[in-house]
């Protein structure tokens, strides 16, 4: 396949920008070990199934060896092989879910969910602060120094933590204008902050800790005692 331009991501101000198509893909040993694992799961002669799994691997394989988190054409064309699929079947799989990036992205993904929950919880602000720390003029816009592209999502099924700011695979809680803009300041540095609750919830616990059951321990998944109110 040839590696001439197409059309890449459209910013706010309606100007499109120009990318360019990798002239090959390759699965390195990272994805290739991740296939192995992911192939195993599937009986024989039922390997399309692994479709969305890899390219997955795809998308997180490109994020690691060019900082831009995205699905080629012709990595589409290498997971049609290695799956012994027709190419189509894969464009219509990663164009039809809006978690494939089939075009080149920021080194971070802002992705904020604007959804009923979230939107009452305070996703203006959250998107305010995208815009603000991050140089973004809005939704489908990537900041001129390629650190951040900024996506609008529907729910992301963190209702109970709203509002939330996935960024690339990570979920960020509990955020309102000033705790997102220290977020986005940490990742321009290369830091990245611990995914979860910013104000120190456990999971779907109550802001300020448990008020009933209190005489009943209760952990997390990884072993935390859930806060109690005092």
């Not at 309606?14 to 990318?19: F, S």
């Not at 290739?32 to 024989?44: D, G, S």
């Not at 219509?92 to 978690?99: K, P, Q, R």
Request: with cysteine.
């Amino acid at each position: 396949m040839s590696d001439h331009a197409h059309e890449g991501p459209t910013h706010a101000d309606g100007k499109a920008e120009a990318h360019h198509e990798p002239a090959s893909f390759a699965f390195d040993a990272e994805s290739e070990a991740q296939i192995e694992k992911i192939l195993k799961r599937y009986p024989a002669g039922k390997e399309a199934s692994a479709i969305i799994p890899l390219l997955y691997v795809v998308q997180r394989q490109m994020g690691r060896q060019t900082g831009s988190a995205w699905v080629p054409r012709v990595a589409m064309d290498q997971t049609a092989r290695r799956l012994g699929m027709a190419p189509i079947r894969v464009y219509e799989v990663a164009n039809f879910y809006t978690m494939f990036n089939t075009k080149p992205i920021g080194r971070y993904h802002l992705q904020v969910c604007g959804t009923t929950p979230c939107w009452l919880r305070g996703s203006d602000d959250v998107l305010r602060a995208c815009k603000d720390a991050g140089h973004l003029k809005g939704y489908g816009d990537t900041s001129t120094d390629g650190l951040f592209t900024l996506t609008e999502v529907e729910c992301l099924g963190g209702c109970v933590n709203a509002p939330v700011l996935q960024v690339d695979d990570d979920y960020y809680e509990d955020l309102d204008y000033e705790s997102t803009v220290k977020l986005i300041e940490s990742l321009k540095r290369g830091e990245r902050p611990p995914a979860g609750s910013v104000i120190g919830r456990v999971c779907s616990a109550p802001v300020g800790g448990a008020e009933t059951l209190l005489d009943i321990p209760m952990v997390d998944a990884d072993g935390r005692d859930f806060p109690v109110k005092e």
